[in-house]
């Protein structure tokens, strides 16, 4: 539970950091940030598919879970219902930097990875590193969306604990 604790903490962290910044990272030096996270992010998620793939017992699974699970988030209209709840209850742009914040922390290979790697073998490395990125990406992201951006924290929390 430490990697989870210190993952959530850094993202308090970085959107505290980003928000005293509050305008100070020009809108080019966020994109090559986020272009650089992402990099970071594939190259990480590709290392541990290519690890721990083999070791699978069920590749298949792996497939067939991508599969059904953009079918039905396409036919549940998962994105679009999303979009619509932080219109309709958000009166800045918060909304959206919450759901970009939110789907960047929790939706990614170090945050579904890390808590089942961390609770089964006692590794927080995934973590760790997810929290390294968390903390750049909260940062960026709270200097355009503001202070509001901590409240990913306590979603990420729930969604790793």
Not at 70 to 76: D, F, I, P
Not at 90 to 100: A, C, I, K, M
Not at 140 to 145: E, I, N, P, S
Request: charged share 5%.
């Amino acid at each position: 539970m430490i990697g989870t604790i210190v993952n959530t903490c850094t993202i308090i962290v970085g959107a505290l950091i980003g928000a005293m910044l509050k305008k100070g990272i020009k809108p080019q030096y966020q994109t090559a940030l986020f272009n650089a996270m992402g990099v970071v992010s594939l190259a990480i998620g590709l290392r541990a598919f290519i690890t721990y793939m083999p070791q699978s017992q069920y590749p298949v699974l792996f497939i067939v879970s991508l599969s059904v699970g953009s079918l039905v988030g396409y036919m549940l209209d998962i994105d679009g219902w999303f979009n619509r709840l932080t219109t309709r209850h958000s009166s800045s742009n918060l909304g959206e930097g919450l759901s970009t914040g939110i789907l960047l922390y929790c939706i990614g290979t170090l945050s579904m990875l890390g808590p089942v790697i961390s609770a089964l073998h006692g590794d927080n490395t995934f973590l760790f590193t997810n929290a390294t990125l968390d903390l750049v990406t909260s940062a960026v992201l709270a200097t355009t969306y503001g202070i509001g951006m901590i409240w990913a924290a306590p979603v990420l929390f729930c969604w790793q604990g």
